[in-house]
């Protein structure tokens, strides 16, 4: 059985002065999103990096788990911390 998962994002505005929220269909969360985070980062505004480095934690953190599961050793707390980089106009 496959298992979909869903986001959308508004944008309103150009790249530089625009911005927008992103979604999750479920309904958990939306975040604000522009391009000055993107770009220079921000402690207040998501990033799509960041979204996605969480994507990479919490997938890290349950095959872990799941790992020492099989192993005969299943964790009582994993901790996973991820980091995605995002250097504008590099190639």
Request: aromatic share 4%; glycine share 10%; net charge negative.
């Amino acid at each position: 059985m496959a298992i979909h998962s869903k986001a959308s994002t508004v944008w309103k505005g150009g790249l530089a002065d625009g911005s927008g929220t992103t979604a999750l269909a479920s309904g958990v969360a939306t975040v604000g999103v522009n391009w000055k985070a993107r770009s220079e980062g921000s402690e207040t505004t998501t990033t799509p990096e960041e979204l996605l480095a969480a994507a990479h934690a919490s997938c890290y953190a349950m095959a872990l788990s799941h790992a020492l599961g099989e192993n005969g050793t299943p964790p009582t707390e994993i901790s996973v911390e991820a980091e995605v980089t995002f250097v504008p106009g590099e190639e």
